[in-house]
């Protein structure tokens, strides 16, 4: 059974601070896929990235960056220099396939983040 | 651009009470789920369709039924509503293939009463 854990319930940080989210996953797969989503207070859930089982490489898009240790199972979402508007709840979410080579999708219960001005 | 487009937005039902949630998608996906978010809970899927008449159980079935007659629309029925439906449903599709990114409606806040 996949399962994802995101053990940061919230997390309240100074405006221009830098910020990590937490996730860990458990999976029996080989070939698998991670995923960040934003929801923000509007309510409407956001992808943010995607990164396969076998791409171990970090990613930087502009003030978000992404470490993927499958060594630790881990995949951590860091905000450089947070703004307010990056105040939102962020979901991390793992993907394989199923027993009948379906997409299933599960969610970790989500990081609320408040960015005080 | 439409995307995944839910309705209602908001409804209130009364214990016992029938309704359907509606869900469109204009992407050509084949991919479609319903789930439902609880708070500090996380999103739980409750059903998923990988193309028309196809559907299959996801985490939380039970109380909910779903039909997928043509590729764009995928709506969840609710038969007998209870207070433990009260929760926001989002409806999401995806491409073919495993790999995609899931693309979210607006989500419908339901409250059961």
């Known amino acids: 059974a996949q399962k994802v854990t995101q053990a940061q319930t919230e997390i309240s940080v100074v405006e221009k601070e830098d910020v990590t989210l937490d996730c860990v996953y458990e999976t029996r797969d080989t070939t698998y896929y991670l995923f960040w989503y934003k929801q923000p207070p509007s309510g409407e859930l956001v992808f943010l990235i995607r990164?396969?089982?076998?791409?171990?490489q970090n990613e930087i898009s502009g003030r978000y960056s992404w470490n993927f240790q499958k060594s630790t199972s881990s995949f951590n979402f860091t905000i450089t220099a947070s703004q307010v508007v990056d105040s939102a709840v962020y979901f991390c979410a793992l993907s394989e396939a199923n027993s009948g080579g379906y997409q299933k999708v599960t969610f970790g219960t989500g990081t609320k983040l408040q960015v005080i001005p | 651009n439409a995307g995944v487009t839910q309705t209602p937005k908001f409804r209130i039902l009364k214990i016992g009470q029938s309704m359907t949630l509606q869900c469109a998608q204009d992407m050509n996906h084949n991919y479609m789920y319903w789930y439902r978010q609880d708070p500090g809970m996380g999103l739980k899927l409750i059903y998923y369709s990988v193309g028309a008449g196809i559907t299959d159980k996801g985490e939380v079935p039970n109380g909910y039924n779903v039909s997928r007659s043509t590729t764009e629309d995928f709506p969840l029925r609710l038969e007998l509503a209870a207070p433990s439906q009260t929760s926001v449903y989002f409806c999401?599709?995806?491409?073919?293939?495993?790999?995609?990114?899931?693309?979210f409606g607006e989500g419908s806040r339901l409250t059961v009463l």
């Open positions: 990164r396969n089982s076998f791409d171990e």
């Open positions: 999401a599709s995806s491409r073919n293939t495993n790999t995609g990114e899931l693309f």
